[in-house]
């Protein structure tokens, strides 16, 4: 956290010693294997880190937050000797459903809002709910790298559990993994349909699609959202992508004007089309926007309304891939 510190690069020798003598791997670290060895390089070298392995970055709190604490203690002095309610306090849960409908326009009945202690408590729950909400589905399917204790959880539940390693196995690999786990007798790979496969990307992301989607024939449909298009070889533009080819996006791209260049020239070679959202910044087209309404004040989102934006992207985003997948218009 010292930008001040001469340190950097750390010494390998001491950070390798480290590892064996834990036998530690860094491709399977835990999260308790990860803090330990933080703990011992911050000791050594002096020095704080950012710490995001237990999701507590260590950055010292706004004032508003303890003073806000001190007040309601001292305004409620039996708060601290009363156990709460094990579905919530009424006045928080409201709190939750009114956060909800105001930043992502939702509906939820107070009811309905349950507090969780972190993710392994809610991620429990959720498995709870999931694994037995369907007859016949007893398998929860992890994307990994993920936390392991969730699988734990998962065995403790009486459920299966199946995972693809995404640091591994990316695009083309991607596909051929799941085609080798559909020859399996486990039913949960008999609901991906890899007939019917479509590629969604957002800025470097919608690049990555679109190499997938000109490299790969499996792919049927690709979908960019404002995205960055000046890393993409010059081979593709020209021959362009011989699938249904949607891009939604910013009006211009005023720092990067060869990124429309390239658009315009992808578009033309291809079965493609171009649509402009007046009012709308590269970031509207990630979840920044609807997280806050400060996300635009401070120059990060545009001016379109957040949920105008949201419905426009998802509705233009379910009716793409309706007709191009599933031949509904």
């Known amino acids: 956290m010292n930008s001040n510190n001469m340190i950097f690069p750390l010494d390998s020798d001491f950070l390798k010693k480290c590892l064996s003598d834990w036998e530690i791997e860094l491709e399977h670290v835990s999260i308790r294997e990860l803090n330990r060895l933080v703990d011992e390089l911050s000791n050594h070298f002096k020095v704080e880190f950012l710490r995001f392995e237990f999701g507590v970055p260590g950055l010292i709190p706004d004032k508003i937050g303890p003073e806000e604490e001190i007040r309601i203690l001292k305004e409620n002095p039996r708060i601290s000797s009363t156990y709460p309610p094990f579905d919530g306090i009424p006045r928080l849960k409201e709190a939750t459903a009114e956060f909800i409908k105001k930043f992502l326009d939702i509906a939820v009945p107070p009811k309905s809002c349950i507090p969780t202690v972190g993710a392994m408590h809610s991620g429990f729950i959720c498995q709870s709910i999931a694994g ?6 007893d398998t929860i399917l992890y994307l990994d790298p993920g936390f392991p204790v969730n699988k734990l959880q998962t065995k403790f539940l009486g459920l299966k559990e199946e995972s693809i390693d995404l640091f591994h196995y990316r695009g083309d690999e991607l596909i051929d993994k799941i085609e080798e786990l559909k020859k399996t007798e486990n039913i949960l790979w008999e609901y991906i349909d890899l007939s019917k496969i479509g590629v969604l990307g957002h800025s470097f992301g919608g690049a990555t699609g679109i190499v997938a989607s000109f490299k790969d024939s499996r792919i049927d449909a690709c979908l960019n959202l404002d995205g960055w298009m000046k890393p993409v070889e010059s081979t593709i533009i020209q021959q362009g992508l011989k699938i249904p080819f949607l891009f ?11 990124n429309y260049l390239k658009l315009d020239s992808l578009i033309a070679s291809s079965n493609g089309i171009k649509e402009v959202l007046p009012g709308t910044e590269h970031l ?30 998802n509705s233009r985003i379910i009716s793409f891939f309706d007709l191009n997948l599933k031949g509904i218009k």
């Open 132 to 137: 037995r909400k369907h007859p016949g589905t």
């Open 248 to 258: 939604i996006g910013q009006v211009e791209w005023e720092d990067a004007p060869i």
């Open 284 to 313: 509207d087209y990630s979840d920044t926007p609807q997280f806050s309404p400060i996300a635009s004040k401070i120059g990060i989102a545009g001016k379109m309304d957040t949920h105008t934006l949201r419905d426009t992207i």
